[in-house]
């Protein structure tokens, strides 16, 4: 796993993995690849809403999909890669550590009964040495709501101490379940939603009946509403800012970076970007401006490989004894099929001041 940027580790189709492992005894094993057969009008899909409160594109962004290929390859529903091998639900992300502690609401995506729960388990990413064993207990702190017919949707990776529903309680649609957390098998704060019916695995994006092998399906498990925000753009400058020398991803998502001051003797000024599905080939670009208006650092790069997660920096040490006081301006930039009729362009612009 190259610098960090992958958001977690393969695992093959056969493994009892991730959310599907969770309370296994009471939901049986996992089924891999998600399949979708017709069902019969006693079997009437709930109609999702998002599991999370927040603005998909704005302070919330789609990281990983269900994987659709039943082999050891990956591929979600549309025919793209935006997932990994055996994953089962749809995984929504937050900006970093310190959103996470001040809270962001997991709600309920259709309205059911509390099957089964369980919390106690730290946020913690499952990588770090030291952290323990997640086995069995992949889903972390979470829950499975059960909505008749046979259907249910179950909460991962949420945060600990945080669960706001007990056993048999019923819940409406959009009700508060608990926290965002990064508990269990997660590398960075996120919800995970997975779909069944009874054992097998449903794509919300494709749902039942499906008809053709790329694209949406003929009924979308989504309510129009969220299927709306969960089908935009997919890479994501989803954060950035100035740090006072090199930063490592791993601060920057703890939310070390996130004051909008700097010290005039700081020994760098460095501009970062964390980035969702960036793709190969697209041109990112740096540029810092000093308070007078003067370009101080200018940077380009292509991307060499479309990855789930990225993060890159650009920046220059000090050489005075300080760095002249005022506001500087940062701007990121990721254009890609650059001069072709489709460009797209996407940027973040941040600013510092220094004193």
């Not at 995970?192 to 019916?197: D, K, M, N, Y």
């Not at 009874?198 to 509403?225: E, H, S, T, Y």
């Not at 997919?234 to 090199?246: C, I």
Request: glycine share 12%.
């Amino acid at each position: 796993m190259g610098k960090g940027m992958e958001l977690t580790r393969p695992a093959p189709k056969s493994a009892v993995f991730a959310a599907a492992c969770f309370f296994a005894a009471a939901l049986g094993p996992a089924t891999f690849p998600a399949t979708f057969q017709a069902l019969g009008a006693e079997a009437k899909p709930p109609a999702l809403g998002l599991p999370i409160r927040c603005r998909p594109g704005k302070d919330c962004w789609l990281v990983n999909l269900v994987d659709v290929d039943p082999g050891p390859g990956r591929r979600d529903y549309a025919c793209r890669k935006m997932t990994y091998d055996g994953h089962n639900g749809t995984d929504i992300a937050i900006r970093d550590l310190a959103v996470m502690a001040k809270g962001v609401d997991v709600v309920a995506s259709a309205p059911g009964i509390v099957k089964a729960l369980r919390d106690g388990m730290k946020d913690v990413d499952f990588t770090i040495p030291g952290g323990g064993s997640v086995e069995g207990r992949e889903c972390g702190n979470g829950l499975v709501i059960v909505h008749g017919g046979g259907w249910e949707t179950q909460y991962c990776h949420m945060r600990r101490g945080s669960l706001a529903v007990k056993k048999g309680d019923s819940i409406e649609r959009g009700r508060k379940l608990g926290l965002v957390g990064n508990s269990g098998r997660a590398q960075f704060p996120h919800v995970h939603l997975a779909v069944r019916l009874g054992k097998r695995v449903i794509d919300p994006f494709a749902g039942v009946g499906r008809q053709r092998q790329c694209g949406l399906g003929v009924a979308p498990l989504w309510r129009k509403d969220a299927l709306k925000g969960l089908t935009g753009e997919t890479t994501a400058l989803y954060n950035a800012g100035f740090a006072p020398g090199r930063p490592s991803p791993r601060a920057a998502r703890r939310g070390d970076f996130s004051a909008p001051r700097m010290s005039r003797t700081a020994p760098a000024m460095v501009l970062w970007v964390d980035m969702f599905w960036p793709r190969a080939g697209d041109i990112l670009s740096f540029r810092i401006t000093a308070p007078n208006g003067r370009t101080v650092v200018e940077r380009s790069a292509t991307v060499e490989k479309t990855q789930a997660r990225r993060f890159v920096f650009a920046g220059r040490k000090r050489k005075a004894r300080s760095l002249p006081p005022g506001t500087y301006r940062g701007d990121i930039t990721l254009v890609r099929g650059k001069g072709g009729a489709k460009e797209k362009i996407i940027s973040v612009v941040r600013e510092v001041e220094v004193r």
